[in-house]
Structure formats: C-alpha cells, structure tokens
Nanobody
C-alpha cells in the first residue's frame, strides 16, 4: 500500500527557510497531494495542494512565501520568509483523485507521520 514519509523539518529563525519533502513508495500519478499543518492547541489546516494535473492552491497565510513542486515520487514544500506562526507539525497527504480540497480531509487516502517545523 502507499506510504508517505516526510522529512526536512527543523528549527529556524524568523525570516529563514526550510524545504520539506514527502516521499512516496510508489509513483504518485493520479493523486492529488497536499500539505497540512497543526499547531499546538489548534485545528489542522491545509497549507498547499497540487492536483493530479499540476494545478496548485495555497492557503492565504502562506501565499507568496511557500511553493510546491513535485517529482514522480516526491512532493516538496519550499518555505521562505518563515514566521513564528508557521510553527507546527507538517504532514503530507494523498488522495487518489484528480482533485482534492483542504476542507475534505477525510477524503485523503494516506497520510505521512509528520515533520516538526519550529520558527523562533
């Protein structure tokens, strides 16, 4: 079955950058993929997604600062100009469909274990 493994998290100063990776054990053709994050005491929220055709969508809070890219098996999230409020556990998810939406988390078929990002 499909497995996703995130990496690239860590601690960084305000204004710094990190690149997160989400690597799958199969070719992710036909999947809509997304990054979510959850800060302590807050609900999980969508950060960025890329549909099966390559169209991207970003949460307002990260527009202009975060950028998605992907290869056949890896989804990347380049995070620039990081802010303290970006501190959270970041998880990637995949939905076997052309499209997906941030507010339909239950439709995502597989999730990674998460990688912590701390901005201070």
């Amino acid at each position: 079955h499909v497995q996703l493994v995130e990496s690239g998290g860590g601690s960084v100063q305000v204004g710094g950058a990190l690149r997160l990776s989400c690597t799958a054990n199969i070719h992710m053709y036909g999947y809509c993929m997304a990054w979510f994050r959850q800060a302590p005491g807050k609900e999980r929220e969508g950060v960025a997604l890329i549909d099966a055709r390559g169209a991207t969508e970003y949460a307002d809070a990260v527009k202009g600062r975060f950028t998605l890219s992907k290869t056949r098996t890896t989804l990347y999230l380049q995070m620039d100009s990081l802010k303290r409020e970006d501190t959270a556990m970041y998880s990637c998810a995949a939905h076997l469909a052309d499209n997906c939406q941030f507010d339909r988390e239950n439709e995502f078929d597989v999730w990674g274990q998460g990688t912590q990002v701390t901005v201070s």
